[in-house]
């Protein structure tokens, strides 16, 4: 435990001219102040490096892009393979694990070893795996590569331990499963035709052993030739030559028959008494049409063929359907005698089979449900019901049902939050599922001693947001919000409509949310901001709407001797439209060619709504269009129920609400909040307003207008929000300039040419200028949200094909032109709490920290009325801006601690029903919890430790005298993404994630580095706007568009995650196979005579060429068995290890006796003939 002292004596302050660069603070004004009193800082640290360790948790949602499917029917477990090389295995609710191909190749096929708790995989590079699934986290036992042929299909028989490999050559080969080495024994493709075929078969597309002698294989080439090989004879036993290609084959189990699926949607029966042709050909889907020919389908992909005691067989099957009805969604057929059902899918089928009941293929197989996996969802049939239900999903399957485009991560919540969630939640579940349990059911899995409530809330592309309980490492849907119902419908036809073509209006861009006051802010793409408060009761209620013009004009402009005049800015104006107010268009605002001016992009619903228990709206904030521009996208939010205000910002400007009272208390662009503390010392603008043609009137817009839409790409990380190309800025800025003018920091400094506006460079007055900066009337103002990882949403970035690649990893100059500054500054960050806004402020008072994407940090002071009356009548006041701080970069995040290093919440409302019935003996108050800065300096005095982080460093600073402690350069080659503290260990510490994959944490306040480890090179887009970190030493992003990936940062939650995973294997008898009888066993055939070992061994087969494959040896081995021994089934683990080892000393001590006797028997033996030769001599002859 170390503690860190810092005597604060005689710092002093930036000077006027200090660039972002600079490593001093700055104050207000920039002016010398004295030095603040001696003060000793004493904090005692308790994290250290060893308190850090990073590995990943558990993987929740969708396996991204399916591509195989298995499942053990003893053990009743599932498997998943992807595209990407992962494989999912999933058991009861709880038991849900991830595993990884190091190779990154698709999962072509799966096999479990029914029963015996391991999974072979065969991927796309040609390697088999060998996976071991009786510990919690899966290892890899054994690989095989091959290298001169390529995978096509695997077969495992049950309770044998010899896999049999298709390859597209035609060949198959044999691999021991013990071993993972191959066996000499190969049927190769020309052995297994006829040797008067001339063409080549095809790829093996089947493999399986016959029910009725498992020394039979049949074989099944995808030209349509079927074999069946005589394992012991070597020789095939007959050969079916089909003009159709084929896709699967399914037994009869008794083994004396079986169905094809053909490429032309027919299914054919086979017998084997007579295999010259099949018995039956059907075309499910296929209709005679008029000229008596069948009208063609499409093929069927698989068959499953499975009988039933009681009634007739099942046929399931997958495609069929005829051509000519295109736009069918993708089917499902199950036929079941006369009957034919067919089951619609809402995406196409990847893979499906039928669960039964025995895993003997040669007994009644008795199906109970049938597993179908979609390209997006995985469902289950029930088949024992005549109407087949579906299972209802306990996984959450569902996260991508609309693509995420934003995540929040709160651990530690409030208890009852949750109960309350899932309460008002399961009134809106689905109903007509299946009454059977879900029958996925394998594995254990119990509540671990650590855990705590936590809630994750995704937003999505559609305009909803989900809560999930992510309390014990699972996952589970609590409640679902739709903010597109606060929000009329556009009609057909409309100008709004016609105009508007953006597919995902609704889209959610970042949430806001208060777990203890239940105050919920939602910000959307179409720059709307809707306010929620909760409650458990349904409510007749109006919608308040506020319009607020966050774009100024160029004759509204406040130069800065104006704004000294008036330090107040809570009257009402030009930049303070007032509640319910619509602006009317101003006189030139709106031009004969119908240019959109003082509108809002959506409608909201402007009559009295009922709506239902949960959260329900109660304000909507809109930014307005202006000037046939729209308007810029919100980059900052934050909400504090205490104070009962909202404050938002972008790359115009800040906005303050006061909820509460439904008014617009602050609404200005960001140079005016400065005043005269411009760290940035921009040139005095000239009073002048010359107006030559209402066709130049120009505003204040936000960058992305700069370029035109196929110029734009998303980034992400709010510090990029207004980064520019050096080409393109110099490329409209010497459009801008006229011949007259000379710029100077972006201002017009020339007497005789028109003012600029703040914020943007000057176009020329001329018929161009309106094309290079404005959109025409029918370009659409906001651009597709496509998917989680492409969610366009128009910021201005770089266009060049380079900085397309490299736009995260590239270094950007801290170091911006003073052109840049003007044009680039966005609202970042935002935080209310209790502060102290100025340097000789005694007492902490509300304040709002503001940071912006200049590195400025800025600190405006507020007046709220404390008595709750006076709170809804009188006025907040906003005071003019009091200190402003410097950095690198833009900023990310504040945080405040005491001078104890505690962390200092932000002060709440504790939450009341806003539709409880009124009791009129108690009436109702609002309750309000403050965490003061000067509430627990009994030792220290007053003041607080404010926690500044920018995508370049981070500081710590003294309030109220502003110094700065503590200074720590996080990134020079890369920046930050994401940035929080977080409590771990019951300590502080701040986490940050990196654009170049980096996770690291630094101590605090001292800002000392803990962890720095290069988890995630940063590939998509999608990683950046959904990673997270929250208390705890957990964090979270989106690792594919239908996945969630939580990750810990903590030792000791590395440390018990073995105890919170679920269990995959758990011992279980293996059912005994019934008796066949004795008629049946003798003139069925014997199959357990059958001994593969004896053919396929190194004695009778010999060894494989070893050019053909290569043995990889895995990492899982006794590393596996280890752990394996320390789970839940270790007793038995520790057993089974003891028992080898006792059987090996056994061994060992039987080799010893029989060493021993063969010594024995030697020494008898010598004595004996001793004994012989000298029996007959005398005394003196020896």
Not at 138 to 164: D, G, M
Not at 231 to 239: M, Y
Not at 655 to 682: F, H
Request: aromatic residues 8%; contains cysteine.
């Amino acid at each position: 435990m170390k503690k860190f002292r810092k005597v604060l004596d005689g710092l002093t302050t930036s000077s006027p001219g200090g660039t972002i660069g600079s490593p001093s603070c700055g104050s207000a004004a920039g002016t010398p102040t004295a030095a603040p009193t001696p003060k000793e800082i004493d904090v005692q640290e308790t994290l250290v490096s060893e308190n850090f360790q990073l590995c990943k948790t558990v993987r929740h949602g969708f396996p991204y892009q399916p591509t195989a499917l298995a499942f053990d029917p003893v053990q009743k477990i599932l498997a998943i393979g992807s595209r990407s090389g992962g494989v999912r295995i999933l058991g009861r609710p709880g038991v849900d694990c991830y595993c990884q191909h190091e190779s990154g190749a698709a999962v072509l096929q799966l096999q479990f070893l029914i029963n015996e708790g391991a999974l072979v995989t065969a991927c796309a590079d040609d390697t088999l795996h060998l996976w071991n699934l009786r510990q919690r986290r899966p290892a890899v036992l054994h690989s095989l590569k091959f290298n001169r042929e390529r995978i096509t299909f695997c077969h495992l028989p049950f309770q044998s331990k010899w896999l049999y490999v298709g390859t597209e050559r035609g060949n198959t080969h044999i691999v021991n499963i013990e071993s993972f080495i191959l066996s000499g024994y190969v049927i190769m493709w020309n052995k297994a035709i006829e040797l008067s075929t001339k063409t080549h078969p095809g790829p093996v597309v089947h493999l399986s052993d016959s029910p009725k002698d498992e020394g039979k294989l049949l074989i099944g080439f995808e030209s349509g030739t079927i074999v069946q090989w005589d394992l012991r004879g070597k020789k095939a036993d007959f050969r079916i030559y089909y003009d159709e290609a084929i896709h699967s084959v399914g037994w009869h189990h008794e083994g004396k028959q079986f169905m094809c699926s053909h490429s032309d949607g027919s299914l054919t029966m086979w017998n084997l008494r007579n295999t010259t042709k099949p018995f039956q050909v059907t075309f499910p889907h296929g209709k005679i049409q008029k000229d008596g020919r069948k009208e063609s389908c499409k093929p069927i992909l698989k068959v499953e063929y499975k009988t039933c005691r009681n009634s007739e067989p099942f046929i399931i099957f997958s495609g069929g359907l005829s051509y000519d009805k295109a736009g069918r969604r993708p089917t499902l057929t199950i036929m079941h005698g006369k009957a034919i059902t067919v089951l619609e899918m809402d995406y196409p089928i990847v893979e499906f089979m039928a669960l039964c009941e025995t895993p003997y293929n040669n007994e009644v197989q008795e199906p109970y449900a049938v597993v179908v996996l979609l390209e997006k969802d995985l469902i289950v049939v029930d088949l024992t019901q005549s109407n087949f239900p579906v299972f209802e999903n306990p996984y959450p399957m569902d996260v991508h049902e609309s693509p995420v485009t934003c995540t929040a991560y709160f651990a530690e919540c409030p208890p009852d939050i949750i109960p309350i969630l899932y309460s008002i939640g399961a009134k809106h579940k689905k109903t007509g599922y299946s009454q059977k349990e879900w029958p996925i059911a394998g594995g254990t899995w119990t509540l671990g001693s650590h855990t705590y409530p936590e809630i994750i809330i995704t937003g999505h592309a559609d305009g909803s947001i989900k809560f999930w309980d992510a309390s014990a490492i699972t996952l589970q849907m609590l409640y679902k919000l739709k903010t597109s119902k606060a929000f009329e419908k556009p009609k057909q036809g409309e100008g709004r409509a016609a105009e508007l073509v953006e597919e995902d209006p609704f889209a959610v861009q970042m949430v806001n949310w208060c777990p203890q006051s239940r105050i919920f802010c939602v910000v959307g793409i179409s720059a709307h901001i809707i306010l929620y408060r909760f409650s458990k009761y349904d409510a007749n209620t109006q919608i308040v709407s506020l319009e607020v013009r966050l774009q100024c004009e160029s004759e509204d402009v406040i130069s800065p001797s104006e704004n000294e005049n008036n330090p107040c800015f809570t009257e009402s104006g030009p930049h303070s439209p007032q509640p319910h107010q619509q602006h009317p268009p101003s006189p030139g605002s709106r031009t004969p060619e119908g240019i959109k001016d003082s509108i809002p992009c959506l409608k909201v619903k402007d009559r009295m709504v009922r709506v239902p228990p949960g959260y329900q709206a109660e304000l909507v904030i809109q930014l307005l269009w202006v000037d046939g521009e729209p308007p810029q996208q919100i980059t900052s939010l934050d909400v504090n129920s205490a104070y009962g205000l909202l404050a938002f910002g972008n790359c115009n400007g800040l906005a303050v609400v006061d909820y509460l009272q439904k008014t617009i208390l602050l609404c200005m662009s960001t140079l005016d909040m400065y005043g005269a503390a411009d760290p940035y010392q921009r040139l005095t603008r000239s009073p002048r307003r010359n107006r030559q043609s209402t066709s130049g009137k120009f505003c204040m817009r936000g960058l992305s207008n700069f370029y035109s839409d196929s110029k734009k790409r998303i980034r992400t990380s709010y510090q990029s929000l207004t980064e520019l190309s050096d080409n393109q800025q110099s490329i409209d800025m010497e459009r801008s300039k006229s011949p007259t003018s000379d710029h100077v920091n972006g201002h017009c400094t020339s007497p005789t040419s028109q003012p600029c506006s703040a914020g943007k460079p000057r176009v020329p007055m001329g018929p161009e200028g309106p094309r290079l900066t404005r959109r025409g009337p029918g370009r659409p103002p906001f651009r597709k949200a496509q998917s989680a990882a492409c969610m366009e949403i128009s910021l201005p970035v770089s266009h060049t094909e380079e900085s397309r690649e490299n736009s995260f990893s590239r270094s950007r100059s801290s170091s911006v032109s003073s052109i840049d500054r003007d044009t680039k500054e966005a609202i970042t960050t935002l935080q209310f709490g209790e502060s102290y806004g100025r340097k000789n402020d005694a007492v902490p008072t509300p304040c709002l920290w503001v940071g912006t994407s200049l590195g400025v940090v800025l600190l405006i002071p507020m007046s709220i009325p404390t008595d709750q009356e006076e709170r809804m009548e009188e006025p907040v006041t906003i005071g003019p801006s009091g200190a402003v701080l410097m950095l690198k970069g833009s900023v990310l995040r504040f945080g405040f601690l005491d001078c104890m290093g505690a962390l200092i919440q932000s002060p709440y409302e504790v939450w009341r029903d806003p539709n409880a019935p009124e009791d009129p003996d108690r009436p109702r108050k609002r309750k309000l919890v403050h965490f003061s800065p000067s509430s627990s300096q009994d030792t220290c005095g007053d003041g607080h430790l404010a926690v500044v982080c920018s995508e370049r460093q981070a500081k710590v600073f003294l309030m109220p005298s502003q110094s700065c402690l503590f200074v720590h350069n996080i990134t020079e080659s890369s920046f930050v993404l994401r940035a929080d503290v977080v409590s771990v260990s019951n300590s502080v510490c701040l986490a940050c994630f990196c654009a170049n994959g980096h996770v690291m944490t630094l101590s605090l306040p001292s800002l000392r580095p803990l962890m720095d480890i290069n988890y995630l090179p940063l590939t998509d887009m999608r990683i950046a706007r959904t990673f997270c970190f929250t208390n705890g030493g957990q964090a979270l992003y989106l690792s594919s568009p239908t996945e969630i990936q939580r990750i810990t940062y903590s030792q000791e939650m590395c440390d018990n995650l073995q105890e919170m995973l679920g269990e995959l294997f758990t011992p279980i008898e293996t059912p005994e196979a019934q008796n066949r009888g004795f008629l049946k066993g003798f003139f069925g055939g014997n199959a357990n005579t059958f001994d593969r070992e004896e053919l396929f061994g190194e004695a009778a087969a010999g060894k494989a060429s070893r050019s053909l494959a290569q043995h990889i040896p895995g990492q899982g081995g006794m590393e596996g068995m280890k752990v394996a021994a320390s789970g839940a089934v270790g007793e038995l683990a520790r057993a089974r290890i003891a028992l080898d080892e006792r059987g090996q000393r056994l061994g060992e001590l039987e080799e010893r006796t029989a060493l021993m006797m063969t010594s024995a028997e030697t020494f008898s033996k010598h004595a004996h003939e001793l004994m012989l030769k000298c029996k007959d001599k005398k005394w003196y002859q020896f």
